[in-house]
């Protein structure tokens, strides 16, 4: 595996992490349906929160905005909708987006809920 994967599934743990010690319960982890990959689907408060990471070392040079494009939206949107009808629950979808900085020897997280709207 390269480095780039193992900094990314590295990542992942971080978020999860992250969210568990905030309440949220993991739902699952790398859910795929087709061609589309939901890093993390957590539950809190009736919410079912469809999450995707981003990890980098040193700062973003883009906006948080930016970092999805239109294209992995419609598949996250795709893979919630299929997870939601799969699993027959009745609940809100927010799909949110966590940053994972490495800073030297430190990881910063940073968690923006309602991320993208899908309509």
């Known amino acids: 595996m390269g480095k780039h994967n193992e900094f990314g599934r590295l990542g992942e743990q971080k978020a ?6 905030r309440g949220y319960k993991i739902q699952k982890t790398n859910y795929r349906y087709l061609k589309a990959e939901v890093d993390i689907i957590a539950q809190k408060e009736g919410i079912l929160c469809v999450i995707e990471v981003k990890s980098r070392t040193g700062g973003f040079l883009e906006d948080v905005s930016e970092t999805i494009n239109q294209k992995k939206i419609n598949l996250l949107v ?20 966590i940053l994972i900085i490495k800073k030297g020897t430190t990881f910063e997280v940073e968690h923006t809920k309602n991320a993208f709207y899908h309509f």
């Not at 999860?16 to 010690?21: A, C, E, M, Q, R």
Request: no cysteine; proline share 0%.
């Open 78 to 97: 795709m893979a919630a909708n299929h997870y939601v009808e799969e699993n027959n629950l009745d609940v809100e979808v927010r799909f949110d987006i």
């Open 16 to 21: 999860v992490d992250f969210l568990i010690k």
